[in-house]
């Protein structure tokens, strides 16, 4: 079974430019969740989706968005970017059978620079 | 204040030496993740666990609940277990679990 893919792997933007980056997930996974990893403040935890719909939200401006789309893909963008927006971008999926919390299965990222 | 605290930061031991890494966290959560990070970036999921213990192969995790404490073991450490080992905890909100909380992160280096 093919893992998580994200594309593009790197991308270079300057500050006011809009990004869209994008996440397939394992085949069957319906829940998709994107982070954002940068060196002063580690990992955290920007949006998840789920049946087309953001389900959770992290602590991020509005500048930050995403959406799901019927085939569980995923992508993400944004807008008018700043200096700060350079990170490693990363997603993963989860079966997410009801009930239960399942485990997240990561894709490779995406290393976004803003210039 | 970081829900989600490691020890130690950073980690340099001997090829074959037993390793040990703490993570202490302050909510109820209803899972605890070990992961691990090689440089590039990719992260690849160790363990999830929410109780109890799980070994696979030289790794072990373990989690108390009560102590909101767990360690993850490497036993007979070998240079390709260099990597940055990071726990992050997940609640569950009802109608699915949120996003995860990452700890700092270990940075281990084993040195042949």
């Known amino acids: 079974k093919a893992g998580v893919t994200q594309t593009p792997r790197y991308l270079i933007k300057t500050r006011g430019q809009q990004v869209t980056l994008s996440c397939s997930p394992i085949?069957?996974?319906?829940?998709v969740s994107w982070y954002q990893q940068t060196p002063g403040q580690g990992l955290q935890f920007l949006f998840e989706?789920?049946?087309?719909?953001?389900?959770n939200k992290g602590n991020f401006p509005g500048r930050f968005s995403g959406r799901q789309f019927s085939n569980s893909r995923s992508e993400m963008n944004v807008s008018t970017l700043e200096l700060g927006d350079s990170a490693l971008y990363l997603c993963?999926?989860?079966?997410?059978?009801?009930?239960?919390?399942?485990?997240?299965?990561f894709g490779p990222g995406t290393r976004l620079t803003v210039l | 204040k970081n829900e989600v605290e490691q020890s130690p930061q950073n980690l340099t031991a001997q090829e074959g030496e037993f390793i040990t890494i703490n993570c202490s966290y302050s909510?109820?959560?209803?899972?605890l993740h070990w992961l691990q990070q090689h440089p590039g970036g990719g992260i690849v999921s160790l363990f999830m666990?929410?109780?109890g213990k799980k070994k696979h192969g030289r790794l072990i995790a373990t989690i108390n609940i009560q102590e909101k404490h767990s360690s993850l073991h490497i036993t007979a450490s070998h240079p390709r277990d260099s990597a940055v080992y990071i726990c992050?905890?997940?609640?569950?909100?009802?109608?699915?679990?949120?996003?995860?909380?990452f700890g700092k992160g270990t940075h281990l280096i084993i040195q042949p």
């Open positions: 993963a999926s989860s079966l997410d059978l009801a009930g239960t919390y399942n485990e997240q299965f």
């Open positions: 085949s069957g996974h319906r829940s």
């Open positions: 989706y789920f049946s087309e719909t953001q389900r």
């Open positions: 909510v109820g959560i209803s899972a």
């Open positions: 666990l929410s109780s």
């Open positions: 992050a905890v997940s609640l569950y909100s009802g109608g699915g679990a949120d996003g995860l909380t």
